[in-house]
């Protein structure tokens, strides 16, 4: 790895100081609050506004099952070595709880002082049960009898029969009964998870316009169906959220699809990380949830109605589209346009880039299924991380196997919350012939490739497909991602050699033109960095852009900071997490991060580098991040056309960069400032002038 020479006035400066370090937890916290942002926009549609606050909360959930639980997990076994930021895990625990509570609180008073009213000026209710005329609840008596009835199971606690267990993520009834002869008892009713959570109101006159009222409100109204004979004394909901966060111990399994497949029939009962539950709930109640759920008072955080925000999203299923933003359709390369085009000779014709959604995926669908009946192609290999169901990328791939063509798969079974789909995958796929591989141990493999073997003539060419997202034709419409459709054969012997060492045994370190993590990704980052350095100090252009998911690797913004105090400009676009502090005298004044976040989720990689004015650019499948760098097969390809390397950097970067509607300009205290509005300066949002210019490409 390049090392850099610092000058006298860098050396007086510790980079490896705490303050130059913001803490990941808190950064990614701050990232849940700039989604939350959007949620208490007026400018975007209210039904969106109702969706990203779902997303937000459904954000903090996994916060609290995942990153809290490590945290916990850390501090319970003793850890006390801190971080970049000088924090312990106990420390940060401390911390995060704090602002991940004022958070949660700040989303519930988005929901009731903002989002609330203007629903219901828009016609839409979301009503309290008691608040219900008495015929309106007596037709939703005949509905819970018929519809949610059926499906309650009332746990009784005594001491032949145990406190239950409660699910993850599970909105729960504690129910005090008082029996003819008196005496008090407790019982848990789980309110299924299978019905809708916002159950609609029958019209009526009395009722407004189109009203909803929460399902757990309809079971505690009439739970004396389930306890006949017996007087409801109280009645509180209350909310579980657990450890999810899976550890496989590879290196003991014999057979790691049985051994992750029991792994997530473990998640439901992994240690509580948070209790909710609402301000009427007394506290002998919740002293004795606690003592049951095993978890700790600092875990208890109070809450307004409803516990489970994330089922606000339903809202969105309103036939409302005045509400939501308007529709698009997506685009074609100019290539592909033409319905007789074949994809193999548009790719002969020149490397294709696609920038999803905005670019349709289908020309990555057209690529499989026409590799899957083609005579001519010999074999596809594939990385599979998240493909979704009923998935027609799958598809391709066993037809390809019924036609005779050898078809090899790698199926991420550790992708997080994939995995019991993932599983279903590899399954369906061994049963009929296809090579299925589960990886590397100890490694994740998060690159998206496609290779196809075709032979043309006397000679065998080879087909690549690389991205920065998945293969899933559903996130394909809502997240920016690029891809790169090519037959370079600098790039189809890299994959070939890459999927020799994902599926058999390969110490190659020498890749012709990608770079491969945990192999040589971050050597050529640094390195890249250097060179720009170099250029610099050289009197020459020196520019880099990045745009990545999260910045936290404290090596490479170590190496950024140097790059700053050389004095070459850097611009970050960095959608969640960034530990580096941008802004401050001596270190970063030389680097600005931004982040965006807007109608789509912000998700593809690129890295940018002026090089002298002889411009490069890479994209791929990794963050900044540790867990990238070293602990994931992560894969970073060149674009070598140089038609296309100036769409990425001006087409593309370049509206980023100039985005001034939802970029958000991060400060170097690890907070985030809207950009100042200028009425000299048309207004420019990034990914709406991506849509307008895919629209007036096509009218033209």
Same mark, same amino acid.
């Given at each position: 790895m390049a090392e850099i020479d610092d000058s006298p006035?860098?050396?007086?400066?510790?980079? @490896?100081?705490?303050?130059?370090?913001?803490?990941?937890? %808190?950064?990614?916290?701050?990232?849940?609050? =700039?989604?939350?942002?959007?949620?208490?926009?007026?400018?975007?549609?209210?039904?969106?506004?109702?969706?990203?606050?779902?997303?937000?909360?459904?954000?903090?959930?996994?916060?609290?099952?995942?990153?809290?639980?490590?945290?916990?997990?850390?501090?319970? !076994?003793?850890?006390?070595?801190?971080?970049?930021?000088?924090?312990?895990?106990?420390?940060?625990?401390?911390?995060?709880? +704090?602002?991940?509570?004022?958070?949660?609180?700040? /989303?519930?008073?988005?929901? =009731?002082?903002?989002?609330?009213?203007?629903? =219901?000026?828009e016609g839409i209710h979301v009503l309290e049960y008691d608040a219900l005329p008495i015929e309106t609840r007596i037709e939703l008596r005949t509905y819970f009898e018929t519809a949610v009835f059926p499906v309650l199971t009332p746990l009784a606690v005594d001491p032949s029969r145990p406190f239950p267990h409660i699910s993850n993520l599970s909105v729960n009834l504690a129910v005090v009964i008082r029996d003819p002869d008196g005496h008090e008892h407790f019982a848990r009713v789980k309110v299924p998870g299978t019905l809708p959570q916002l159950v609609p109101v029958p019209r009526s006159?009395?009722?407004?316009?189109?009203?909803?009222?929460?399902?757990?409100?309809?079971?505690?109204?009439?739970?004396?169906? %389930?306890?006949?004979?017996?007087?409801?004394?109280?009645?509180?909901?209350?909310?579980?959220?657990?450890?999810?966060?899976?550890?496989?111990?590879?290196? @003991?399994?014999?057979?790691?699809?049985?051994?992750?497949?029991?792994?997530?029939?473990?998640?439901?009962?992994?240690?509580?990380?948070?209790?909710?539950?609402?301000?009427?709930m007394p506290a002998r109640l919740l002293d004795d949830l606690l003592?049951?759920?095993?978890?700790?008072?600092?875990?208890?955080?109070?809450?307004?109605?409803?516990?489970?925000?994330?089922?606000? /999203?339903?809202?969105?299923?309103?036939? +409302?589209?005045?509400?939501?933003?308007?529709?698009?359709?997506?685009?074609?390369?100019?290539?592909?346009?033409k319905k007789e085009s074949d994809i193999f000779a548009a790719v002969r014709g020149g490397d294709i880039l696609l920038h999803h959604p905005f670019d349709s995926f289908?020309?990555?669908l057209e690529f499989l299924e026409a590799a899957a009946v083609d005579p001519d192609v010999l074999a596809i290999k594939m990385t599979l991380y998240r493909v979704g169901r009923n998935s027609p990328v799958v598809q391709a791939l066993l037809d390809a196997r019924e036609e /005779?063509?050898?078809?090899?798969?790698?199926?991420?079974?550790?992708a997080r919350f994939d995995e019991e789909r993932n599983i279903e995958w590899a399954r369906a796929l061994e049963r009929e012939g296809v090579h299925v591989v589960y990886g590397l141990l100890g490694l994740k493999t998060h690159s998206k490739v496609a290779l196809v073997v075709r032979r043309e003539g006397d000679r065998i060419r080879r087909y690549t497909h690389l991205s920065t997202g998945n293969y899933n034709t559903?996130?394909?419409?809502?997240?920016?991602?690029?891809?790169?459709?090519?037959?370079?054969?600098?790039?189809?012997?890299?994959?070939?050699?890459?999927?020799?060492?994902?599926?058999?045994?390969?110490?190659?370190?020498?890749?012709?033109?990608?770079?491969?993590?945990?192999?040589?990704? +971050?050597?050529?980052?640094?390195?890249?960095?250097?060179? @720009?350095?170099?250029?610099?100090?050289?009197? +020459?252009?020196?520019?880099?852009?990045?745009?990545?998911?999260?910045?936290?690797?404290?090596?490479?913004?170590?190496?950024l900071y140097r790059a700053s105090q050389a004095g070459v400009k850097i611009d970050l676009l960095v959608r969640g997490m960034c530990s580096l502090r941008p802004g401050i005298l001596g270190v970063s004044e030389n680097i600005r991060v931004t982040s965006i976040v807007g109608r789509f989720?912000?998700?593809?990689?690129?890295? !940018?580098?002026?090089?002298?004015?002889n411009e490069e650019v890479y994209l791929g499948s990794a963050d900044l991040m540790p867990r990238n760098l070293n602990g994931r097969v992560e894969v970073m390809f060149p674009v070598t056309d140089t038609r296309l390397v100036g769409v990425v950097r001006d087409e593309i970067l370049g509206a980023y960069l100039?985005?001034?509607?939802?970029?958000?300009?991060?400060?170097?205290?690890?907070?985030?400032?809207?950009?100042?509005?200028?009425?000299?300066?048309?207004?420019?949002?990034?990914?709406?002038?991506?849509?307008?210019?895919?629209?007036?490409?096509?009218? /033209?």
């Open positions: 006035k860098q050396a007086a400066i510790d980079l @490896e100081s705490p303050q130059f370090y913001v803490n990941r937890e %808190l950064a990614l916290i701050e990232f849940q609050r =700039r989604v939350l942002d959007e949620a208490n926009d007026p400018s975007v549609p209210l039904l969106e506004r109702v969706r990203f606050l779902s997303i937000f909360a459904s954000n903090m959930d996994e916060f609290f099952m995942i990153r809290l639980a490590g945290l916990k997990q850390q501090v319970a !076994a003793g850890v006390r070595e801190v971080g970049p930021d000088g924090l312990t895990p106990a420390e940060q625990l401390v911390a995060v709880r +704090r602002v991940a509570n004022e958070i949660k609180h700040e /989303g519930h008073r988005v929901w =009731r002082d903002r989002l609330m009213p203007a629903l =219901r000026a006159p009395k009722v407004p316009g189109l009203s909803f009222v929460p399902l757990e409100q309809v079971v505690a109204a009439n739970l004396d169906a %389930l306890f006949p004979g017996e007087e409801i004394i109280e009645v509180h909901p209350f909310r579980v959220t657990r450890n999810a966060d899976l550890v496989i111990q590879e290196l @003991e399994a014999g057979d790691l699809l049985e051994t992750i497949e029991e792994s997530v029939r473990q998640r439901q009962f992994g240690f509580v990380t948070r209790l909710t539950y609402e301000p009427t003592v049951n759920l095993e978890a700790d008072r600092a875990d208890a955080h109070e809450m307004e109605s409803p516990l489970a925000l994330v089922n606000v /999203g339903a809202l969105y299923a309103v036939d +409302r589209p005045d509400l939501k933003e308007a529709p698009f359709l997506a685009s074609l390369p100019r290539r592909l346009e289908s020309p990555v /005779g063509k050898q078809v090899a798969v790698l199926v991420e079974l550790k559903v996130t394909a419409q809502q997240y920016t991602d690029l891809g790169l459709l090519t037959c370079d054969d600098g790039i189809g012997a890299d994959v070939t050699d890459l999927f020799n060492y994902l599926t058999g045994y390969s110490a190659k370190i020498d890749y012709r033109m990608l770079a491969v993590a945990p192999i040589n990704l +971050r050597e050529t980052v640094d390195g890249l960095i250097e060179r @720009e350095i170099e250029h610099h100090r050289a009197g +020459r252009v020196a520019h880099i852009v990045m745009k990545m998911n999260a910045l936290v690797d404290r090596r490479m913004i170590r190496r989720l912000e998700h593809s990689r690129v890295f !940018a580098f002026r090089n002298g004015g100039a985005d001034t509607v939802k970029a958000r300009v991060m400060n170097a205290d690890g907070s985030y400032s809207r950009i100042a509005s200028d009425p000299n300066t048309v207004a420019l949002n990034a990914q709406e002038s991506f849509l307008r210019e895919r629209a007036t490409t096509r009218l /033209g």
